[in-house]
């Protein structure tokens, strides 16, 4: 198949890119590079299946005959949104209008990267695919959470009304090589900090808790879903649940760092718990994750340390 992944040069597109084109297919990458950038497509240039297109997927364009859109463009992460707040809207409301447009005409199928951040802080634990969610619809955060719900709203409106081949995958927290560094996330933060040998910033006391799926699990999770017929919402992620503060001593084990932890005040909206429920994807499509914590933390070390002496330019 020719493919376009949008957003294909940030942290998870890189990957499944890496992965789509180790099926066979053709990949066509759409990004903007607003938070993404080169160096995660660099080891791509020589690759004849691949081909880079600079372009913000919230301006009208046409990639020619695909077969399948992956649309991952969007700031992800909690620094990132928060700093490009009204681009974080415009993805995910015209740029997935644009894309599954693109969708309609090629009669391609479609694929949306959605977060658990549609949860919001959720009232049920683990969160199933069935439960609506608990946001807070002007928070800082509803930047983000508010135009991926969009997006699954316009995802399903396309198959219900135009009868696009949809499917949404509802990602959570996903970590491994290519994660920039000073994205301000759980894993990133405390690699940086371990590795420089800094204090590990806990907010709250540390009892808040995460899940995290190392970024090989996340895409073969999202390809099987790719083939299968599911147009509903499913959740792809690792169920390990972790406190912050478990999470941080275990970078510390890892890294072998002599760091201590510092605690800060909680920022309002952080969600308390984020777990996901993935029987749907166990039963649906034989998913499940295979990379424990500890087994991801020390693949992507390596990665971590290169990164923090500034040798990628996505640091
Ligand atoms: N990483 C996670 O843990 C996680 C969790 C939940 C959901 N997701 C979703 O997965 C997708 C990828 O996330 P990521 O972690 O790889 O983030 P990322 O920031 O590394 O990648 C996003 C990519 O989208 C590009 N982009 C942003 N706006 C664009 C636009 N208007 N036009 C073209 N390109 C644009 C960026 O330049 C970047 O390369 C996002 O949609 C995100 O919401 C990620």
Redesign the pocket.
């Known amino acids: 198949m020719r493919i376009l992944v ?9 990957h499944l890119t890496d992965a789509l084109l180790a099926e066979g297919h053709s990949v066509l990458c ?8 080169r160096e ?1 497509i660099a080891h791509l240039a020589r690759e004849p299946r691949f081909e880079f297109l600079e ?4 301006q009208a364009f046409d990639p020619g005959e695909v077969e399948y859109i992956f ?7 909690p620094v ?1 949104y928060l700093e490009h707040g009204i ?1 974080t809207m ?2 995910g409301s015209i ?1 997935t209008m644009n894309c599954l447009t693109i969708a309609q005409k090629h009669g391609a199928k479609f694929l949306l ?5 549609c949860y919001g802080d959720p009232l049920e634990h683990p969160q199933k695919e069935s439960y609506w969610g608990h946001v807070n619809p002007i928070g800082l955060r509803s930047v ?1 959470d508010e135009s ?1 719900r969009f997006a699954e709203a316009l995802t399903m409106a396309f198959h219900r009304y135009r009868k696009v081949d949809t499917r949404i995958v ?6 491994g090589p ?3 560094i000073n ?1 301000g ?1 759980v894993i990133s933060n405390f690699m940086k900090q371990a590795l420089r040998g800094e204090e590990l910033t806990v907010y709250g006391d540390g009892s808040q808790t995460r899940s995290f ?1 190392y970024v090989s699990d996340e895409v073969a999770g999202i390809i099987a879903l790719s083939k299968s017929d599911e147009h509903a919402p499913l959740n792809i992620g690792n169920p390990a649940e972790f406190t912050i503060l478990e999470c941080a001593r275990i970078v510390l084990e890892t890294t072998g760092s002599p760091s201590k932890i510092r605690f800060k005040p909680l920022p309002p909206d952080d969600p308390k718990q984020r777990r996901p429920d993935i029987t749907k994807a166990k039963h649906l499509l034989g998913w499940a994750p295979e990379i424990d914590l500890r087994t991801g933390l020390k693949m992507s070390l390596e990665y971590f340390q290169r990164a923090i002496q500034g040798s990628t330019a996505c640091a």
Do not use: M, W
Not at 30 to 37: E, H, K, Q, V, Y
Not at 71 to 77: G, I, L
Not at 170 to 175: A, G, P, S, V
């Open positions: 949008t957003g294909g040069a940030g942290f998870v597109g890189s759409a990004d903007n590079l607003l938070t993404g950038c995660n372009q913000d997927v919230c649309h991952f463009a969007s700031p992800a992460s990132d681009e415009q993805v740029g990267a959605s977060t658990s951040e983000y991926k509802r990602i959570f927290n996903t970590y290519r994660l920039q994205d996330r799926c």
